[in-house]
């Protein structure tokens, strides 16, 4: 077991929080960890979008967790913070177009001071509304009420909970954010989150404690959902299961623990072209904190943007020439294609 | 070959079992791969009770295996923990209810 991180990497001045060095050491990998022959081999190079249904909005690495699995180095320490101004431009770019989805991460996106003003600008629009909530910033003062003004605008949530019991989520995500994180979900279940009648979506995503894939999501979601019911009387919609990348925080647990290459080697062997056919940076925009453009959040923190020929900020915002771009890739991506898949939105591969 | 009758590279070639009786080896992990799919049990229900056995079999090699699929699937230490202390209870219960036995034979030969 290794001590538990109570900064982000970059406050502790590593090297390897720089994202030049973590794409080094997945750089020195051997040969059989290329990405883009993989994809040649099953048919699938060059990865190229299907269009934009999803527009991922990183609004700031603020969060009031230190994560040992974060793959953006997220914690109380960081600073980065999305601007109004940013948000106006993705706003424009929503009018300009019928995406359907605006997924709000961060960090915790609720700790930008404009994260209400954001939602109901989204809301307006007409847009799906997606928060990728930690579940315990709803157990702070300053956010006391934000479960209800979430529910208010029918906001869908998508929270972690890495494991229905306190063991695994503690050692995870930071002593007592099980227990706050249980008192969170009645809240919301009492506003009528995971009812299945009030349209009040509530997701939870668990991904491995530790180095290994996570199992079938169908399999999973049975027991999340008898577990949490028999043990806290919490119920909710769906379980999303999420492969750790080999990225920041959890690139360096990998490393610390001498996992590194074992683990990698176990997303490359569980290579499945089916799960690369529907990986999710084909509909997917993400716009960072500063308004730079990715394929996805972990290119995002890999600080690899879209190809060079399109637009490289959301103000320069082009659907026509964004719709048809080729997605950018990394030994990393092997963790999104690894068994049944993974994405922002679980498994995308039916087991 | 390695020094030891133990190597965890070994685990890996499982399926070299293959080689002199193909037909046999198919049957054997078709069968296995049945057992272990969801059905009344869950995976994971299934994976911890091969965790137990792992540990009343005392197969290093089955021990590596079902960790990892156990936290695969969903288990955590203390549900492993737990099942490793079932398979312990009925070992020791196994050899504590023989008691009986040397009783038996204690009681008709002695005065």
Redesign the interface.
Known sequence: MLSYPRTSMQARRLPLASSAAQRTTLGQLGDAYNFDEALQEAGLWPLSSTGIEILQVNVGKVCNQTCRHCHVDAGPDRREVMTQETMEACLRALRSTEIPVVDITGGAPEMNPLFRWFVEQCRELGRTVIDRCNLTILETAPHHDLAEFLAAHKVELVCSLPHYRALGTDRQRGDGVHAASIRALRRLNALGYGDGVSGLRLVLVTNPVGAFLPSAQESLERDWKRELWRNHGVKFDALYTITNMPISRYLEWLLESGNFEAYMERLVLSFNAAAASGVMCRNTLSVGWDGTLYDCDFNQMLEMPVEASVPQHIRDFDALLLDRRRIETGRHCFGCTAGSGSSCGGATVDT | MSDSYYDASDLKKFSDIREHAPELADKFFDWYQAVFA?GAL???EKALIALAVAHGVQCPYCIDAYS?SC????A????MTEAVHIAAAIRGGASLIHGVQMRHHVRKLSM
Do not use: F, V
Not at chain 2, 71 to 74: D, N, W
Not at chain 2, 76 to 79: K, P, S, T
């Open positions: 969801e869950s995976a994971r990892k936290l695969e699937k969903g955590d230490a203390e549900q």
